[in-house]
């Protein structure tokens, strides 16, 4: 294409024909335009977002180490765009891939996108912030509190940005301290190194009572040497309270996270770690205004108590005369009142002694006594009722036995028949010429079966 468009001259002689800038140009983006489809997806990481008043927006598509403009035209632009958009986001654009006339550059023309998913960058920080959350080295607890009067600043940051700039003139202006700086770059690929290196080296510094960390503003992947994990545990293992002023205010990192104190800028960190010269002059004069106030009032109160005890101090001989005076007032009162208390207190030793008596063990064993009488007495009546009643309760049942039993059946005429084996009931139970024995009331009789007769109980009657 590019031998169609550049005449080739096969003179050896002569020169080729020299070609302007814009030719070349134009060239290039007829043949970009060419080579690609007029509607190309392309898939990277965004960075650099930017969206001038114009309406337009501008960034860069990024994927390791190789970037591509891209630009996205007001009439392209679409609610939400714009939070698609966002840095470290990982999307898919869709647009003409062409060269940028005036920068002879390559670019992306955007007609749509589409988020593709967080990209890499904000992935790896994502992961590193959960696991080093998980160490705790983000707690509020870890943080240091910032000295109030600092002897000497130490400073980690690139020495001809102009965050150093800033920090320096915001501390000389407010209260002039000595800043001590570890210079180190703070962005690339060793920048991470040597911020954590500054950090340790005034870290061991015994005169330095703060340390500043942070650089001017910038895009994430320049900021992001801020979010290695070097980085961010020089800062957790420093004994020197640490300020992180990174970007601007709506800049995050790492080192903010873990930092004793974050600044939202550099020159925010300069004014934060050194008090205000008009702050301590004002403060000092009300110092001086409370201190005379207090020692005026110490020295009016101590003028009264002065005069006071002046005027409460008496010539020694009139209060001699005084004291005399009231011990004679008290002698007679005594001389009054003695009467008076002797009756009082035996009429309460004669309360006392009857109550006394009253409770005396004679008389209340006396009082026992009685009631034990008293108790006895009963318990006898009570006892010859029941016995007598149980008594006659048991000569009735002794006479019903009586009559019950066999000597009482004897009595009245009944007779009871042994033989050999016992008592005899019925006939059949001895035979002819048996010898029996019959019991009477008073006596027994001896007895020959001589024959057997039925009786006026016979039960086939």
Partial sequence: ?????????????????????REVVDQLRSFVED?????????????????????????????????????????YVRPGVLDILQAGQRVRVYGQLTVYGRQGRYQVIVKRVEPAGVGDMLAR?????????????FDASRKKALPLMPKKIGVVTSPTGAAIRDIVTNIQRKFPSHVLVAPARVQGPQAAEEIARGIRILDRCPDVDV????????????????????????????????????????????????ADVRAETPTAAGALVV?????????????????????????????????YRNDRLRDPHNMLLD???????????????????TNRKREKLQTLRRHLQSLHPQRRLERA????????????????????????????????????????????????????????????????????????????????????????FDPME
Wanted: charged share 30%; net charge positive.
């Fill in 1 to 21: 294409m590019f031998s169609d468009r550049i005449p080739n001259d096969s003179g050896a002689n002569t020169p080729p024909r020299a070609l302007g800038v």
């Fill in 35 to 75: 080579c690609f489809p007029p509607m190309l997806a392309i898939e990277g990481e965004i960075t650099r977002p930017s969206a001038p008043a114009s309406g337009h927006i501008y960034f860069d598509l990024v994927e390791d180490d190789i970037k591509i403009p891209a630009a996205m035209w007001r009439s």
């Fill in 125 to 137: 920080l994502e992961a590193l912030k959960k696991r080093l959350t998980a160490e705790g080295l």
């Fill in 211 to 258: 340390i500043i960390v942070g650089r001017g503003g910038g895009s994430l992947e320049d900021l992001f040497c801020f979010n290695d994990e070097i980085v961010v545990r020089a800062i957790a293992e420093a004994r020197t309270p640490i300020v992180s002023a990174v970007g601007h205010e709506v800049d995050h990192v790492l080192s903010d996270l873990v």
């Fill in 275 to 307: 008090p205000s010269r008009a702050d301590f002059r004002l403060a000092l004069m009300n110092v001086q205004g409370r201190i005379g106030r207090s020692v005026r009032r110490e020295v009016l109160k101590a003028r009264k108590e002065l005069q």
């Fill in 323 to 341: 004291r005399g005076q009231r011990l004679d007032e008290l002698q007679r009162r005594i001389v009054i009142r003695m009467p008076t208390l």
């Fill in 369 to 456: 006594r009685k009631e034990l009488s008293g108790f006895f007495e009963r318990l006898e009546r009570s006892g010859n009722q029941l016995t007598g009643k149980k008594r006659q309760e048991l000569q009735y049942l002794i006479e019903r036995l009586r009559a019950l039993s066999p000597e009482a059946h004897l009595a009245r005429g009944y007779a009871l028949v042994q033989g050999p084996q016992g008592l005899i009931k019925e006939t059949s139970e001895v035979a002819s010429g048996s010898d029996l024995r019959v019991i009477l009331w008073r006596g027994a009789l001896k007895a020959k079966v001589t024959g057997h007769e039925p009786g006026p």
